[in-house]
């Protein structure tokens, strides 16, 4: 990436448009939005994770509920029908295999796209 | 928040802490100087805060419906706003919720949100515009209650109502902003208090 270009120019998991055009472009608000993200998100994959671990359906629905307000402000698209189905099944209280394959999915994008976000942080200052 | 604080006084809850901050920050952006924002974590904060001033503690509630999510033993949305109207019927609450499900909306309609919004992409410029309307149509109509009960108990006010200069922009000056309604608000009850306190004998329930 360019040392100017800002996040919503480049092709990538996160996708800043939503996020740049309700704070206005404002980059401190991005930043405190952003900042958030990367504090909160770790605690709510490894409170999903918690959960899978002790097959706490009621736990999984709830952090997966959750998760889903927060990836979709970062524009993560591809993790909203993930997360989606991860609510479903917990609401269902079935299938802790399929959940468990769809964790996965969640953990590789959500780390994936916590480096994104961590290398396009330093141009919201 | 002061009494007769002019500025508008907004309380943000959601156990989201990324949604929080981006609704803040949205707000922020929106309406500038005029509100002041507080956010809140769970119900039973903003339920203490309100408790601690409950006249004046805030003007707008925008209060997640789901609230238990890392607590679970926490209130949920419902529970939070049926106190919040028995405690201040006043205070302006929009229920968010995730999901677009007709009970939610009815149940919060019911208990008395005065909106109802789902947490889509359109979600904060609704909740702009929402809280913009909301708190203008509020303190028209206070203002609108306030005039007429000093034209028909306290007549001999009237002609301070004309000589203040804090006055509602006309036609000259068409920007009406929230702070502006707010703060010819705050003078017609300030005026009303103080003539209360000067003139005990003339006060009419």
Do not use: W
């Not at chain 2, 919720?97 to 979600?123: I, M």
């Not at chain 2, 068409?174 to 705050?186: A, D, I, Q």
């Amino acid at each position: 990436m360019k040392k100017n270009e800002t996040a919503e120019h480049i092709e990538n998991i996160c996708d800043f448009k939503y996020l740049s055009e309700t704070m206005g472009g404002k980059k401190k608000a991005i930043r405190e939005v952003i900042d958030a993200f990367i504090e909160q998100v770790p605690q709510q994959l490894k409170s999903i994770n918690d959960a899978i671990a002790k097959t706490d359906y009621s736990m999984i629905k709830r952090f997966a509920h959750l998760m889903r307000s927060s990836i979709s402000i970062m524009g993560i698209y591809t993790l909203v029908p993930i997360l989606q189905e991860m609510e479903n099944l917990g609401t269902k209280a079935t299938d802790i295999e399929k959940i468990k394959k769809l964790n996965e999915q969640l953990n590789s994008i959500s780390n994936q796209a916590l480096e994104e976000i961590e290398r396009v942080k330093p141009n919201y200052i | 928040m002061d009494a007769k604080n002019n500025n508008i006084s907004v309380f943000l809850v959601d156990d989201n802490e990324v949604f929080l901050k981006a609704l803040a920050s949205s707000l922020l952006e929106y309406f500038d100087s005029e509100i002041l924002i507080e956010s809140f974590v769970t119900g039973e904060e903003c339920l203490k805060k309100i408790q601690q001033n409950p006249e004046t503690a805030t003007d707008v509630v925008i209060l997640d419906y789901h609230l238990n999510t890392v607590s679970e033993k926490a209130m949920n949305g419902i529970d939070v706003l049926k106190k919040i109207k028995e405690i201040n019927s006043k205070i302006i609450v929009v229920m968010l919720s995730a999901e677009d499900k007709l009970k939610v909306a009815s149940d919060s309609l019911s208990y008395g949100a005065n909106e109802y919004v789902v947490k889509s992409e359109t979600a904060f410029i609704r909740i702009q515009n929402i809280l913009k309307n909301s708190l203008e149509q509020e303190y028209d109509s206070r203002i609108l209650r306030i005039t007429m009960m000093i034209l028909e108990k306290y007549p001999e006010l009237y002609q301070y109502i004309e000589e203040m200069q804090e006055t509602i922009p006309g036609e000259k000056s068409p920007h009406l902003t929230l702070k502006n309604l707010k703060t010819y608000y705050n003078s017609l009850e300030s005026m009303l208090d103080k003539y209360a306190l000067e003139h005990p004998q003339n006060v009419k329930q």
